[in-house]
């Protein structure tokens, strides 16, 4: 529509994209959900060859802070939920080869696995502060010695 001036007036806008996130007119986040869902499978597909079964870290570092953007002002409802857990579940497939036929028994064997991982990421994280402990323990042994000769 024209205005008095010659220019147009700009449309009211249904969806918007700002600081990174879709903002909808109605609010709700299934746009924003299904949309973070396909940038995630880009980031994954772009990098999934240099990913292996034994890097699910590197999974969470780079594919899921790319899909869980923004994820604070969502509002999920349980269909938007199974999305997320498909999607999860798609990615853990791809990486540990696993054919999709394979439904029931690739949801306990994926999980399984990342909790197994999980496991060993707490243990060596365990182990480097038990080390570190022992490191200052034996500092503070000799600096007590020290200053015993010394006095």
Known sequence: MLNKGGWKEPKASRQLIYLGSLITSNGKSEKE???RIGIAKTAFTSMANTLTSEEIRSLKCSVWSTLLFGCETWTISKAMEKRLVATEMWFLRWMLRISWMKKAQVKKD???RRRQD?????EAQH????????QAAQAAQAAQAAQARNN
């Not at 999980?118 to 707490?122: D, I, V």
Request: hydrophobic residues 55%; glycine residues 0%.
């Open 33 to 35: 959900i299904l949309r």
């Open 127 to 134: 182990a480097a502060r038990e080390a570190a402990w022992a």
């Open 110 to 112: 994926a999980l399984d």
């Open 118 to 122: 999980e496991r060993r990421e707490r």
